[in-house]
């Protein structure tokens, strides 16, 4: 199987053009690609989690990746995919945020030796005049064209801002200055950017005409990729402060079941006919494929000992006892008690497994409190502060929120 029919077997690919010089390009590792990241928080999410391992499979391939970091344009916004336009940042802000990136992104792509590339698009749209930009650009773009696109036309009925309009002229330019300057002759990106890269790709052609050589792809990163960044308590960071690695774990040890195939295949580097066996797999044995795709991606994120650890808390846990030491572990301080006791609901909220108080009501009687394996169902329960001195003072929300208590030292 060559590299491009993998990409298809795994499901990533959803259009492509010229798709003749793309597989030549790819199979034979020639590409020289690239995909955008807009830095508009401090931490790459899961939803970012697709693109990453699309770079690393390509760079195992002897593909070269660039990845661009969007310091100009997230100075404006990207209203893809989006109904409201994102908050302004301030350059200090985005600059903060980009070099946050290139952390994480050394986990997945090597960047040694020019294996690959991490190009900041401030450097060039920050430097361009206005004039020059409509003359060198914005004469190659119809207005009638660009209204046609999705991502415009959702925002069109609450209103869309000239500042938002012109993103797609600034990804087109992105493009045009990677493949310029770089030799990139390849764009990745979500299926709600398919307008913008063809825009890119267009854009080079007329301006360089016959000598252009730029290819677009897309992946399913917008309706598949984008969603497993979000879970009901918000994004799921690859950042191990603002993400756990056990939280993380969990969180794909609790895919639906209808996705867990799905996720194998998209995301992690097992063989697909590992994976196609696994699809036979039918009750329990699915559980035991969560737990597989659970520490594979745990693994890749913050390395085996910290996947290893995650697994030994989380089988702790469900086993009812066993080894406490690797689940998550929240500290109470001399404060948190009143005369040497804590009630159930400030333990609740204090542990973060409950917002606020009322939550933690609504927690304790609907039956979804447990503490010490016993199920709490008096909100003005108290626990005397001496019980923290054991290993087994683990408090649960429900089935898959859970934490062990202990005294701050």
């Not at 492509?16 to 790459?44: Q, R």
């Not at 603002?242 to 194998?264: E, I």
Request: hydrophobic letters at 40%; proline letters at 1%.
């Amino acid at each position: 199987m060559t590299v491009y029919d993998e990409l298809v077997a795994r499901g990533l690919i959803a259009q492509v053009t010229d798709e003749k010089e793309i597989k030549d390009l790819v199979n034979n590792g020639k590409a020289t690609f690239y995909i955008g990241f807009d830095p508009t928080a401090d931490s790459l999410h899961v939803g970012h989690f697709m693109a990453l391992c699309l770079m690393k499979r390509l760079q195992m391939a002897g593909n070269k990746p660039i990845a661009l970091i969007g310091g100009g344009t997230g100075m404006i916004g990207d209203p893809s995919g989006r109904t409201d336009m994102r908050q302004m940042m301030t350059k200090e802000t985005i600059q903060h945020n980009c070099e946050c990136f290139k952390k994480q992104m050394q986990r997945f792509i090597d960047f040694s030796d020019d294996k690959a590339l991490m190009i900041n698009n401030a450097d060039w749209l920050l430097e361009l005049n206005y004039v020059e930009l409509l003359r060198e650009v914005g004469a190659h773009f119809s207005v009638n064209r660009m209204l046609t696109a999705e991502c415009y036309k959702q925002r069109m009925e609450k209103g869309l801002s000239f500042l938002e309009f012109n993103y797609m002229i600034m990804q087109s330019y992105d493009f045009y200055m990677l493949y310029k300057e770089y030799g990139c002759n390849m764009q990745f990106g979500g299926d709600d950017q398919w307008s913008n890269m063809l825009g890119g790709t267009e854009l080079i052609r007329r301006k360089l005409q016959k000598d252009a050589y730029a290819m677009t792809i897309t992946l399913l990163l917008n309706s598949e990729g984008k969603k497993m960044g979000k879970t009901q308590s918000g994004a799921v960071w690859l950042d191990a402060d603002k993400t756990s690695p056990y939280d993380f774990y969990q969180y794909w040890r609790n895919v639906a079941d209808a996705d867990v195939m799905k996720c194998l295949r998209m995301l992690t580097f097992l063989p697909l006919e590992q994976i196609e066996e696994m699809e036979k797999w039918e009750g329990a044995d699915l559980n035991k494929a969560k737990e597989i795709l659970a520490f594979e991606l745990t693994s890749l994120v913050h390395g085996e000992d910290e996947a290893k650890k995650a697994e030994e808390g989380a089988k702790a846990l469900f086993a009812g006892g066993g080894n406490t030491d690797n689940m998550p572990q929240v500290e109470l301080s001399e404060t948190d008690f009143t005369d040497d006791q804590i009630d159930i609901l400030t333990m609740l909220v204090t542990s973060g497994l409950c917002t606020s108080k009322s939550d933690a009501r609504r927690c304790v009687q609907q039956g979804g409190a447990t503490f010490m394996n016993e199920k709490v169902t008096d909100i003005y329960a108290k626990y005397d502060k001496s019980i923290f001195e054991n290993d087994d003072c683990v408090l649960k929300r429900g089935k898959k929120k859970f934490c062990k208590i202990q005294l701050a030292k």
